[in-house]
């Protein structure tokens, strides 16, 4: 039998939003060699492109500034896409992370992202 399993929504991710107009952003992704998921935690590069967060690099990469609010496919170049930038709470338990990323390196990247005001609250 097959499973269907539901894509993530918006609404699964972003649970307030301060205004509509202001908290979401629109950006641009570097390519990717694989689909990224709402709810994904991006960082930015020194040339004001996104990307998922690396919590390997050494420079601006490493660090949260936003969240992705919309789902991007593979990619050879760069793509337009929507981050929640500014003035939300979004759901702790939605947010995508890199595999590997360590309970410390979460807990430090979501202290980013709430100095920025997004703050992230676990959901049931």
Known sequence: MTTYTEPKYLSDVLLVEVAQGWTKQNIVIAATTVALAIGTVLSKTAAGIYQPINFAASDSTKNAVAVLASAEAISTGQQKAVAI????????????????????QITAALAQLEALGIVAQNTY
Do not use: F, H, M, Y
Request: proline share 5%.
């Open 85 to 104: 930038a500014r003035g939300a709470t979004v759901s702790k338990n939605n947010l995508v992370w890199p595999d590997g990323a360590t309970e410390a």
